[in-house]
């Protein structure tokens, strides 16, 4: 699965010479928590509400809601930013996204394209795509089966769904030390026969999720 299957394309933006104050009407109406920074079409930065919080007067002000809103008009995106965002290519894998951003410890990746802007991708999409790759909201049953960590084991697995005529429609693997986790989804809701047929082959039937809705 690559970035640009899960990015947001035209994401909103914000010029690096506009006031915070823009920034904030924008991120508050559109209900945003980041806003790529640009300079005409490149990015040169990224503007988080932590960015913007650095740069307002706290609470405890003595100043008038007007004089805030003045130092505010005043201030520049530019001063806030976050400089040099980290960006990605819309054609990288998502799981090298994912890595960036665990590395960089970062929830945001702008997505560029020649160097232009073309999307954003966040932490959430990672996540719903995690979701998405397991199948966990789908119809059916989720079997998880301790599997010696050997050549062949995961055929043997798909055997015994295929001889009941049951559909693997996601699988992953979780490997430990000498064993791993297999994870296999399919849309069979009675996975009696598979679970006996698997255990009289030498592998441990471990956890089982059925979701019938």
Known sequence: MYVKSRMTSNPYTIAFDAPISE???LMSEK?????????KEKVVGILTQGDIQKVSPTKATS??????NYLLSKTKVKDAMTKNAIT???????EEAAVMMRDNRIGTLPVVDNGKLVGIITESDIFDAFIELLGFKDKGSRITIESLDIPGSLADIAEAFETYNANITH?????GTGKSDVVV?????NTEDIEKKLTEQGYKIV???????
């Open 88 to 94: 990605v290519s819309q054609d990288c894998l998502l």
């Open 23 to 25: 920034a904030l009407t």
């Open 171 to 175: 699988a992953a693997v979780y490997r």
């Open 207 to 213: 956890h089982k999720i059925v979701n019938d809705k």
């Open 31 to 39: 209900n945003l928590k980041r806003l790529p920074v640009v300079d």
């Open 63 to 68: 100043l008038s809601i007007f004089e805030i």
């Open 185 to 189: 989804r399919t849309n069979a809701l």
